[in-house]
Every structure is written in C-alpha cells, then in structure tokens.
C-alpha cells in the first residue's frame, strides 16, 4: 500500500520545539521529493518546506530559519525539526510525495499548489502563547 504517517504533532508552548516524522512506504522513496504542508482553520494549505532526492531543501519564508527538513532513505523518513515555534505555527501538518521535485518546490517557494502524488493523514501541531 502506497502510504505517508506522519508522527511527531502536539501542544507546545511557544518557543519551544517539535520533531516531525513522515514515514514512507510502498512506493520508490529515492525517486520521490517530499513536501512538508500545514493548513491551518480557515487558510489553505501551505507548503513549508521539501527535500528532493538529491538531497536539497527548500523552505518558505514563514519558516526559513527556524524549521530543518532532513532525511533517512535506509528508515524511507523525512524528518522536521521545528525551533523557535510561534502560536502562528499552529496548524495540522501533513507530508506529500511528488516524483516531479519542480512541482513540490513550487508550492513551497511560490505557493502553487498541484495534485500530488501521496498524502499522509495529518498530525496536528499547537502552540500557545
């Protein structure tokens, strides 16, 4: 079965921090560029940051700085690593999949959102003030 889980989410305060963890199994891991998302009520869904099987990254502005995506392609996990979080970091976080690294980077750099290939459930991240 083709899938993402994301693991990781939780209530924190602010300044604090949070690893995140998305898991992949049943399809090709080093073939894929992993996208990290989060939506937050009433917003759509922004990409934050994703890793390319070469091993580059990209972030958004909202989160360059302070949000570390890294993976282990042994483990097929994508990992971030969430510093400095603010009350406007909460939101539900989701990992997606796309073989097309151009068109996750896109949403993260530019915002353009597309159908990509897999999704995780979500895990939801809270932080207070």
């Known amino acids: 079965e083709v899938q993402l889980v994301e693991s990781g989410g939780g209530l924190v305060q602010a300044g604090g921090s949070l690893r995140l963890s998305c898991v992949a199994s049943g399809f090709n891991f080093d073939d894929y560029t992993i996208g990290w998302f989060r939506q937050a009520p009433g917003k759509e869904r922004e990409g934050i940051s994703c890793?390319?099987?070469?091993?580059?990254?990209y972030y958004s502005d909202s989160v360059k700085g302070r949000f570390t995506i890294s993976s282990d392609n042994a483990k097929k996990t994508v990992y971030l690593q969430m510093n400095s979080l603010k009350p406007e970091d909460t939101a539900v976080y989701s990992c997606?999949?796309?073989?097309?690294?151009?068109?996750?980077?896109?949403?993260?750099?530019?915002?353009?959102?597309?159908?990509?290939?897999?999704w995780g459930q979500g895990t939801q991240v809270t932080v207070s003030s």
């Open positions: 890793i390319s099987s070469d091993g580059s990254t």
């Open positions: 997606g999949a796309d073989p097309s690294r151009s068109t996750v980077r896109r949403w993260v750099l530019f915002g353009h959102h597309a159908n990509l290939d897999v």
